[in-house]
């Protein structure tokens, strides 16, 4: 079981990182761009980031609850053990 509580807990490392990486993105995203002569600018696709902050919160959602199930399957093993 700590195998699932060691994949969970890294899986929700890396939602957090995800998560953070596209809220950066959405709050640099310029209100109103202004392209300058001879630049080009890249724009933030806000949909996609947006979508990308529900994936990471539903896959830290999920491993929230892989860890809170291992928790339970140890405590009930102790108890049948005890």
């Known amino acids: ?33 202004v392209p300058k002569a001879g630049l080009k600018t890249e724009a933030t696709d806000i949909t996609a980031e947006i979508i990308n902050l529900k994936i990471a919160e539903i896959g830290y959602a999920a491993n929230a609850t892989v860890i809170r199930t291992a928790g339970d399957m140890s405590k009930t093993l102790l108890d049948i053990l005890i």
């Open 1 to 33: 079981m700590m195998d699932a509580i060691t994949t969970a807990t890294m899986g929700m490392r890396m939602n957090a990182v995800s998560f953070q990486k596209s809220a950066v993105r959405v709050v640099q995203q310029p209100v109103t761009p």
